[in-house]
């Protein structure tokens, strides 16, 4: 199993990135993508999600219509188009894979990172002033 994120760099507050994530090794259908962040000091975070089953998406409240999340299941990759980047959005971003079922959605299982069950390495993001 393999998920490798790529896309991360340096940019200015109120420029875009886009991340990506290639994932293989598993059922990729099966499973909810998850981007994670972790900024220093701070706690790993959810910030935004899609059930790859049937496109439901999450979107954490810091992120909402500044970050858009995608899957192009063909290739089993996943996107993170994040927008209008702000200083506190600097952070290692993380791909994660966890196991769905369909109709727990609405618990937001996917939030606690222990729910996830296999994790890319990371990629960082630094928004410059």
């Known amino acids: 199993v393999q998920l490798v994120e790529s896309g991360g760099g340096l940019v200015q507050a109120g420029g875009s990135l886009r991340l990506s994530c290639e994932a293989s090794?598993?059922?990729?259908?099966?499973?909810?993508m998850c981007w994670f962040r972790q900024a220093p000091g701070k706690e790993r975070e959810a910030v935004s999600c899609?059930?790859?089953?049937?496109?439901?998406?999450y979107y954490g409240d810091s992120v909402k219509a500044r970050f858009t999340i995608s899957s192009d299941n063909a290739k089993n990759m996943v996107f993170l188009q994040m927008n209008s980047l702000k200083l506190e959005d600097t952070a290692v971003y993380s791909c994660?894979?966890?196991?769905?079922?369909?109709?727990?959605?609405?618990?937001?299982?996917?939030?606690?990172?222990?729910?996830?069950?296999?994790w890319g390495k990371g990629t960082l993001v630094t928004v410059s002033s």
């Open positions: 994660a894979a966890g196991e769905n079922v369909l109709g727990r959605w609405a618990s937001r299982w996917f939030l606690v990172p222990g729910g996830m069950k296999y």
């Open positions: 899609v059930s790859i089953g049937n496109s439901m998406t």
């Open positions: 090794g598993f059922t990729f259908e099966d499973y909810a």
